[in-house]
């Protein structure tokens, strides 16, 4: 029989092996268990377990023999947990959808308090790259998370977007829940919102407080767009002074810092100031290029140093820019069979910074009719409810060009997909991810924007 502690020291002996980006990028997400004589492995996707399959498994079964004094029989498989932070599955005989595999410790859909569409993804504070920037929400949003700093019981953690936001503070959720929170939730201003008004027509504020004040953790994303909405304010407002006083944890997080949203309820600005304010700043050089590199291993792709130095020269926007420019290399690089080099890397570059004054004036009701053009669909059926493949791709492949091409918000995306903006987030952050990892989707995507391209061109 091996020790169930067994897999503990394996991690200690690969993490040199791996080094940290490759580690957290493929060794960190495997559920493990020990069974009997057995090291049963699982994966979150298939292309996960044959990449680790093909070039990790056999470093991976050295350390266990090391570690066990003896050959070990290692099964690899695809599947998740079974129970929330339990790592001890056996390995299920076929795929799983990606959305299927994500963390059990990230928030479902029914507690976050969102939309059936709404699949969380899984974040956690490994894969946040560090920097001077948002070193301090970082560690601020951790303490709270574990519940390891008394007397900081509430965070307001403001940037621009695509500085991290949400990844934080999805993190926070799934640290919490790891860490044995029972209650912690997830919502947005804009689902709390529309959860607190259907209480409100159908008498089920009773409910609805339950839900809330009983929580031991709560988490709200984008408080800038509560302004206008009066009683929302209020009743968030007494939601957070019950949760202080009952020694619950509050994060909440907006596009600016509480005093530069006009509009906003003293009382809210109040509570949020204080608390700890964190800001989010723009990477630096340096986390600029970890994040690359981070995102690169995350999808088995590999940077020339010389091409590193260009993106991080040449990008300085946010997070967000720095994957899409990414993106659009890797499935530039696959759709031509060509290796990554500087000449590629120029021309992907060209496609995500188009020159001065050469900017479009497209709206997602363009990029719509484009996407369902493409898919032989209707702008109708791209908004409509329905959950068929053959129309939840389009619709995913949409918002995420809808982001691309256009300067319209999430929240603005959402209303022509008649989506709130949490929705909208989990479908552009899943198309990035599968863009990486799956070959057909670029293609798709390719064929998509050059259709985009050439139907609206730039402006004059």
């Keep these: 029989m091996l020790p169930p502690q067994l897999w503990t020291g394996v991690i200690r002996r690969l993490v040199p092996e791996f080094g940290s980006f490759a580690f957290e990028a493929w060794i960190e997400p495997l559920h493990v268990r020990v069974e009997g004589d057995e090291l049963c492995v699982l994966c979150p996707s298939v292309f996960h377990r044959e990449r680790v399959r093909g070039r990790m498994l056999s470093v991976i079964e050295r ?18 947990a079974t129970r929330r932070g339990d790592s001890d599955a056996k390995p299920a005989p076929q795929a799983q959808p990606a959305a299927a595999a994500a963390d059990r410790t990230a928030p479902s859909p029914a507690a976050a308090g969102g939309a059936p569409e709404q699949t969380p993804l899984p974040y956690s504070f490994a894969s946040f790259v560090v920097g001077p920037g948002n070193a301090l929400a970082r560690e601020a949003c951790l303490a709270v998370a574990q519940g390891r700093q008394t007397g900081l019981s509430s965070i307001y953690v403001a940037g621009a977007p695509g500085l991290g936001k949400t990844h934080l503070a999805r993190s926070v959720v799934a640290e919490a829940l790891r860490s044995g929170a029972r209650r912690a939730l997830y919502t947005s201003a804009e689902a709390f919102t529309g959860e607190f008004q259907t209480a409100v027509r159908g008498g089920g504020m009773d409910a609805f407080k339950r839900r809330y004040r009983g929580c031991e953790l709560l988490v709200v994303e984008d408080v800038q767009f509560l302004p206008g909405k009066k009683a929302t304010q209020l009743e968030l407002f007494h939601t957070i002074d019950h949760l202080r006083d009952a020694g619950a944890r509050i994060v909440c997080t907006g596009d600016r810092l509480p005093a530069e949203i006009a509009g906003l ?3 809210l600005r109040s509570r949020w100031n204080g608390g700890l304010v964190a800001e989010l700043e723009a990477p630096d050089a340096q986390v600029r290029r970890e994040i690359l590199r981070a995102k690169a291993a995350a999808g088995g792709v590999r940077i020339p140093e010389d091409c590193l130095d260009l993106l991080v020269e040449r990008l300085r926007g946010s997070v967000r820019d720095l994957e899409g420019a990414l993106i659009q290399l890797v499935a530039t690089a696959s759709l031509l069979k060509r290796r990554i080099d500087r000449e ?8 995500v910074q188009p020159s001065a004054g050469a900017g479009r004036r497209v709206g997602p009701e363009d990029v719509i009719e484009v996407v369902a053009a493409f898919f032989q669909t209707t702008p109708a059926a791209l908004a409509s409810r329905s959950r068929r493949r053959d129309v939840l791709l389009p619709r995913q492949l949409g918002m995420y060009l809808c982001r691309r091409y256009t300067d319209a918000s999430l929240t603005r995306i959402g209303r022509a997909f008649d989506r709130d903006h949490p929705a909208v987030s989990n479908a552009i952050a899943g198309v990035e991810r599968r863009i990486l990892e799956r070959a057909p989707l670029r293609y798709q995507v390719e064929a998509l924007s050059a259709r985009v391209e050439d139907r609206l061109g730039p402006a004059s």
Excluded: F, H, M, N
């Design 63 to 80: 350390c266990t023999e090391a570690e066990a004094g003896r050959p070990v029989k290692i099964a690899l498989g695809v599947g998740r």
């Design 265 to 267: 309820d003293p009382r």
């Design 344 to 351: 590629l890397c120029e021309a992907a570059l060209r496609k």
